[in-house]
């Protein structure tokens, strides 16, 4: 036998991570008395405990306090009570503060690495040498952030009081991502642990003891969906920042509507592991392993669809079985083991369930030959082929072991197969031909996308999702705003708007040749579906004219329309910035019309509306000028790759603008939507429409492609809510009464489109702080694409 042959008979021996310290801290803690509110610890006022269980062996762990309502409401009350003085203190007070806690957490890092995978399952070398450092990073990334908060992020302050409800895939980095920025933007926190998983959560309550964080700043809470329930219904709480399944982020996003609270939800996924002919074949077998038996394959953005080109396909599947062959399952203290257990028998019991009903819908189901311990929620690696783009392998989020298979033969149909779920949270493109890789990328609908790699995060790169994967972003630049609000101009709360009846009824017509406006669809002039119309008043009760009362069919080929106009997104920003200067210029040249319509509508002196017109005029300069100018950013992590956060449009954008400055608050809202790249399906002023209809000939002189933007007059209220049900609408920009914002709000859920409301408040739109980044980053989503460089 030669040397190469005697390696590779080489069995590794049995390398176990030691416990005992560990054990002893287990050992030490009264669990009864496990929820740290206030800076103290204290049992839950009910006395409940719940117990946790080791997942290698199914042993007990520790019985830990069940917080309640009363339990939330004292955390809240704690977080509420230290948040003035700590959101005053400078910047360089909270930095300091989360430095420490971050030094304080390198310290114990053994430590925190064995009870994570004691507690969770996950082998020793990812809780080492992935979760642990990476939660140490992000409080000493943002303690940067934190003395940078006031130059870096002007016309800002803290959101308040945040709840955060953690899942137990990652319970010590998902904390990590929440608190760290909360507490460098000045907020104050109540955490929820997810109940499988709390030890981890518990030990950082110690460190923030020991390093002296103030009394209240950090407050987490133990249970299960009874105080997850609680903290997202608390009156006391600012901003809720969820991560889980993307049925609880619905839920929340309902119960939370109309509540005033900010919210940040990143989701399931089924993210895309695509390798092209012309990929190092053995490199994307490594990457996929990393891609979806990492933590067992419990990761949000797991590589759980294996996208492969036809020409590879049979190469490649066979070097996944003989890899998958090789995979160690066993304890998640050994350090040579690739698969731990799942993290609890109700994981696995699903797992199960989902492999076998997979297997019913025609794929073929394979496991490699190696034996599991013989207590403890394993799963073995599981391979599915034959996968149809409808299976439920294909379509649901396992969280687990198990990876989809499915062909393509062009680029084209990779992206189409990519795209094909209702998730969007992170894809991996494997390819050899960089151009090819980077023309793949923008077009996956995902919030991350890894060129040749896989799962790499870092606190200075944005994370999150597009579509039911959630909105908002942790980490990096964007994840400072989510803990973060703009100080806007909102004014007088807006009265709910009187109902409207079709014409005649509405009054007394004047007399002259009929001008009735008509809808503006898809570039052209059209009647409403229901031939209705609705006469539109001057101040003093004079018809001046009519408006088409457009209805949900009005809105379908609205949003129709839109879709169509992808050559408005395709556009570059230069080509953008030309068109909108030009629809300035447009309206600037009918200034004087406009000035007279504005006054006889609204019954504002002429000085006034002119004014507003030149505001107008001014504001799609503004935009028009950004069109090619708010552009993302390139990040430096400390790997051999660099992030490009690019900006791109969030698809199409529904708008609702209010009946004060009927103009002026039009172009504040579909402006930055069209510079950004956005087509948009407008809803102006109820009361004043016809501002709004004067436009039609200034857009199509002003070259908008046919559908980039879309005007439908009508109810407001009733309008907003139609948009809101429509799952082809990707966003929403309102300002109304208070319960149509409630409304749109929970309508949204069908497929969590990102909404922003004004919360039943007017704005003061000629403010200089109602134009800006502020409503430039709503109209953008952020996507992260890492790209390794080096050999």
Not at 332 to 338: A, V
Request: hydrophobic content about 45%.
């Amino acid at each position: 036998m030669n040397i190469l042959e005697k390696f590779n008979a080489m069995n590794y021996g049995p390398a176990p991570e030691a416990r005992s310290e560990a054990d002893a801290w287990l050992a030490g803690r009264d669990f009864s008395k496990a929820l740290y509110i206030g800076g103290e610890w204290k049992a839950a006022a009910s006395g409940k405990t719940f117990e946790v269980h080791e997942p290698s062996s199914t042993k007990l762990l520790a019985k830990v306090s069940d917080a309640g309502a009363a339990d939330i409401d004292a955390a809240v009350a704690a977080a509420a009570k230290a948040l003035p003085k700590w959101s005053a203190q400078s910047g360089y007070s909270r930095a300091k503060i989360l430095y420490a806690i971050g030094r304080a957490m390198q310290r114990h890092q053994r430590l925190f690495a064995v009870l994570e995978s004691i507690d969770n399952g996950k082998p020793i070398r990812e809780s080492r040498d992935i979760d642990v450092p990476l939660a140490i990073r992000h409080f000493i990334h943002h303690a940067g952030w934190a003395q940078a908060l006031d130059k870096e992020f002007p016309d800002h302050k803290p959101v308040g009081v945040v709840g955060q409800v953690i899942p137990w895939n990652f319970p010590l980095l998902m904390l990590a991502w929440k608190i760290a920025p909360a507490l460098a933007a000045g907020c104050t926190v109540v955490l929820k642990p997810a109940e499988f998983t709390p030890l981890t959560a518990i030990l950082f309550a110690q460190i923030c003891d020991s390093v002296g964080a103030p009394k209240g700043v950090v407050n987490i809470v133990h249970g299960g969906p009874e105080a997850g329930a609680a903290i997202v219904d608390h009156p006391g709480v600012q901003k809720i920042a969820f991560t889980g399944s993307s049925e609880v982020g619905k839920i929340i996003r309902k119960a939370t509507a109309g509540s005033g609270k900010k919210l940040s939800l990143e989701l399931g996924g089924k993210s895309a592991f695509i390798v092209f002919e012309d990929a190092d074949l053995d490199s994307a077998v490594e990457g996929m392993v990393d891609g979806i038996w990492f933590n067992q394959g419990q990761v949000c953005c797991a590589g759980s669809r294996l996208l492969v080109q036809e020409g590879i396909a049979d190469a490649l599947i066979a070097k996944v079985k003989a890899r998958m062959a090789k995979l160690v399952v066993g304890s998640p203290l050994d350090k040579n083991t690739d698969i731990g257990p799942l993290v609890d028998k109700v994981q696995l019991e699903r797992v199960r369930g989902l492999v076998e009903a997979g297997a019913r819908d025609g794929a073929e189901c394979w496991q490699p030959d190696c034996p599991l311990p013989d207590t403890g929620w394993y799963h073995l690696p599981t391979l599915a082929t034959r996968v149809s783009p409808a299976n439920i392998l294909a379509q649901e989020e396992v969280f687990g072991p198990v990876l989809a298979t499915m062909t393509f033969r062009t680029n084209e149909e990779a992206v189409e197969l990519a795209n094909n779920t209702r998730y969007g949270l992170a894809a991996s493109v494997w390819s050899e031909n960089l151009n090819v890789a980077l023309h793949v990328a923008p077009q996956l609908k995902a919030g991350v996308v890894w060129i040749n790699g896989t799962n790499m995060f870092d606190a200075a790169c944005g994370f999150g999702g597009y579509r039911e994967s959630g909105f908002g972003r942790e980490g990096g630049r964007e994840g400072m705003f989510e803990y973060l609000v703009a100080l806007l101009p909102y004014g007088a709360a807006i009265k709910p708007a009187a109902d409207i009846a079709p014409s005649p009824e509405a009054g007394e017509a004047s007399p002259g040749i009929d001008r009735t406006a008509k809808l503006f669809i898809g570039g052209k002039q059209v009647r409403p579906d229901g031939n209705y119309s609705i006469a539109v008043q001057d101040r003093k009760g004079k018809v001046l004219g009519e408006v088409g009362l457009g209805s949900r069919k009005d809105i379908r080929d609205a949003v129709s329309a839109a879709r169509g106009a992808k050559a408005w997104a395709e556009a570059t920003g230069f080509n953008r910035s030309q068109v909108l200067y030009y629809f300035a210029e447009n309206l600037s040249a009918r200034a004087d019309e406009f000035a007279m319509r504005l006054s006889a509508l609204t019954g504002v002196s002429p000085k006034a509306a002119r004014e507003e017109v030149e505001q107008s005029v001014e504001r799609l300069f503004y935009y028009a000028g950004m069109a090619d100018k708010f552009e993302g950013r390139v990040h430096q992590p400390p790997a051999r790759a660099v992030t490009l956060a690019l900006h791109e449009p969030v698809g199409i954008i529904g708008v609702v603008a209010q009946d004060e400055q009927p103009l002026l608050g039009f172009i504040s809202l579909v402006a930055p939507a069209l510079a950004m790249g956005n087509a948009v399906v407008a809803v102006p002023s109820q009361k004043h429409p016809l501002i709004a209809t004067d436009l039609y000939q200034v857009i199509e002189y002003s070259d908008l492609p046919a559908g980039a933007i879309n005007i439908v007059t009508g109810r407001s209220t009733e309008l907003a809510g139609v948009l809101a049900k429509h799952d082809d609408v990707d966003g929403l920009l309102i300002v109304a009464d208070a319960d149509t914002c409630r409304k749109a709000e929970a309508e949204s859920i069908g497929n969590l489109k990102r909404v922003w409301t004004s919360g039943g408040k007017a704005l003061d739109w000629s403010s200089d702080l109602a134009a800006g980044e502020a409503f430039l980053r709503r109209a953008v989503e952020v996507k992260n694409v890492w790209v390794p460089y080096g050999d």
